[in-house]
């Protein structure tokens, strides 16, 4: 005698579809000096001025952040965001735009800049007397000699300098 069959109801596991999880690379958070050059911005360009900055002085912003925008572009920031392109931002509007220009620039991006704030003579490669003219400009005292064996421990070809790839090594993150 055969045992009888059972049925499995409908809403069974068996008959569901999983969904795949997707796999999307997580989003970039704004890192603590990000957030905090955003927030320092802000507060400067709105000093004495209700806590409002204007469309003009997002732009400044923007460029000191590294983005060559025009007003066009800023209008068209402003406009993608649902603001009114002449009117004054708060502090919420101005974070969040700021964040997004951040957000979408790529590693490879804010490397490049980055070796950009250390290459003061433009020559391709962050040489001691750049390494000098930056510690002049934050104003902070090192020794020529420090300097220069900094450099040395990083000029992997001993052309006197830190090249992008010598520097884009430098700035990877070390595995814990």
Known sequence: MEAPQQLLPAGSPLFQRTPLPRSRPPR???TEGEAGEIAYAFERLAEG???????????VALRAMGFPVRKSDVR?????AGLD???????????ELCAAQLLSRGQDEELA?????????????????DLRAVARQL??????????????????DGDGGIDAAEFAAIMEPLDD
């Open 28 to 30: 970039r958070r704004l």
């Open 139 to 156: 104003g902070v005292e090192v020794a020529p000699e420090e300097l220069e064996d900094m450099v040395a421990e990083f000029d992997g």
């Open 49 to 59: 001025q209700d806590g409002f900055v204007t469309p003009r002085q997002l732009k």
């Open 113 to 129: 800049r980055a070796f950009g704030l250390f290459d003061i003579s433009g020559g391709g490669r962050i040489t001691a007397a």
């Open 85 to 95: 392109a002449a009117a004054p931002l708060d502090e919420a509007s101005f974070t």
């Open 76 to 80: 068209g920031l402003l406009r993608d």
